[in-house]
């Protein structure tokens, strides 16, 4: 009997094509907090993001992708490990991710590949600075190395190798990131070895800001709100804003770098090419900053492919497409079988244009509350094509009909039929995906763990029990 994920597209990219194409060069380019909407193919007026746009044009674009626990760790651990977070263990940002998690590098290394990561880590917990991780084990896999754990002065950062002498980036480190990320591509050019390249800049994550050269094509008087917007105390406004539309110009610009030189390069038709983000900003939608919400600002990230080989140019789908999936089709496209560890679908099929089939709908967790960008505790949600529920432990949230209501300004929560018809059927989809990978309200915690850096600050912790343990 096949399983869902062999049903929806188990077989590798390489029996897809007559001519057999050698197992592809892969590169996820992962910037920090990009909300999904923020791109000139996605219709966003402010966006000025020609490389994205025109990668669009030659791949796939996803225009429903969404982050399943849209928070920085928890996301980057869903990616690594093909697994939700009650299961891969990361329910908190600055957790140490298992270093034992059989991860897509892993996989990929034994396979054969070449494996690098380069730019922001932010799996490895304890004090953020220096941020130096060092070969072996806590690397999950990555042979080529240069990055940091986790550092937001985007104009003042540092990178490792393998010593923990930190080397200084005298640049923005949108370019100093993927500068690091040509010189990998340089070394390995005349190589028929393939590669699995991760690079993950900070900006555009707050604070918000890039080179003069970028800000000034941003006057913030000049800046469209978004129609939810809402203007509060101590929320990002107009300055915040240009500032981030900014920092997205000068990562679209790295892109277009970094593609050019793909471009040249003779495994040009065989590299696949992935560009997401680890979840979004809400950047004073609703009035909310941030990340953590059940909101399309907060869940929905860029989506784009771009694979000569295998993706037919110029796709569009409107099909859902989420971080749990990313691994797990990562590994298809190469012919590797996803473990049955993995919670995602395989979707080369798809990608491949042979079906339109992907999910039915998206799980969303997040396990606490966090005061700084106001989330007030724990919740899962689920999204379908028309439809975004969410719950807390003990009583609805919120439920918006994206058809009819695309900036979630109506909760229908108290609309009598959608208590009697929408919401059974939500509830019973949050059931079902939450008894079918483990999950529990169990895993949830209420003490202010995230906020002030209590998970970082002063020692490592694998997990918010280990946390609050310690506390005692």
């Not at 991860?103 to 220096?130: C, E, Q, S």
């Amino acid at each position: 009997m096949l399983t869902r994920r062999a049903a929806l597209g188990s077989f590798p990219a390489i029996l897809l094509s007559k001519s057999k194409p050698k197992p592809p060069n892969i590169i996820w380019f992962m910037p920090d907090e990009w909300r999904g909407q923020a791109l000139g193919s996605m219709g966003d007026e402010n966006a000025q993001t020609p490389n994205l746009d025109q990668m669009a044009k030659d791949g796939l674009q996803f225009r429903n992708t969404v982050a399943n626990s849209p928070v920085c760790c928890p996301a980057r651990a869903i990616l690594m490990t093909g697994q939700y977070c009650h299961t891969n263990g990361m329910t908190a940002n600055d957790l140490r991710l298992n270093e034992n998690s059989n991860t897509v590098a892993k996989i990929l290394g034994n396979a054969g590949y070449r494996t690098a990561f380069i730019g922001k880590w932010h799996l490895d917990g304890g004090p953020r600075m220096p941020g130096f991780i060092p070969p072996g084990p806590r690397r999950l896999g990555f042979e080529h190395w240069a990055a940091n754990e986790c550092n937001h002065d985007h104009f003042h950062t540092q990178y490792f190798r393998d010593d923990p002498k930190p080397i200084p980036m005298a640049k923005f480190e949108a370019e100093g990131w993927t500068d690091l990320a040509i010189e990998f591509l340089e070394e390995n050019k005349n190589s028929d070895k393939p590669y699995f390249l991760m690079v993950a800049p900070g900006p555009p994550h707050d604070p918000y800001g890039a080179p003069p050269e970028y800000m000034k094509r941003f006057p913030p008087d000049k800046i469209r709100l978004r129609a939810n917007y809402e203007e509060v105390e101590k929320g990002p406004g107009r300055k915040e804003l240009a500032g981030y539309y900014a920092a997205c110009t000068a990562v679209d610009e790295q892109v277009g770098r970094l593609r050019k030189v793909v471009s040249q390069s003779r495994h040009a038709e065989d590299t696949a090419m992935f560009f997401f983000s680890d979840h979004g900003d809400m950047l004073g939608s609703h009035g909310l900053r941030l990340k953590r919400k059940p909101h399309e600002e907060s869940i929905r990230i860029p989506g784009i492919i771009h694979y000569p080989r295998l993706i037919r140019r110029g796709r569009s789908s409107e099909k859902l497409f989420s971080h749990i999936d990313i691994p797990a089709t990562t590994l298809g496209l190469c012919g590797q079988e996803a473990p049955s560890s993995f919670h995602g679908l395989n979707l080369t099929k798809t990608i491949a244009g042979k079906t339109e089939k992907t999910r039915k709908d998206a799980f969303f967790q997040i396990f606490g509350p966090y005061a700084g960008d106001g989330t007030q505790a724990g919740w899962r949600g689920v999204r379908t094509d028309r439809y975004m529920y969410a719950r807390y432990v003990d009583k609805p949230w919120v439920l918006f009909d994206l058809d009819n209501d695309p900036y979630e300004r109506n909760n229908l929560i108290g609309d009598e039929s959608a208590r009697n018809f929408v919401i059974p059927a939500l509830e019973a989809r949050i059931a079902t995906h939450m008894k079918e990978t483990g999950d529990s309200w169990n895993f949830n915690w209420s003490a202010p763990v995230e906020d002030g850096g209590r998970l970082y600050k002063d020692r490592t912790y694998r997990s918010v029990n280990e946390y609050l343990t310690a506390q005692k």
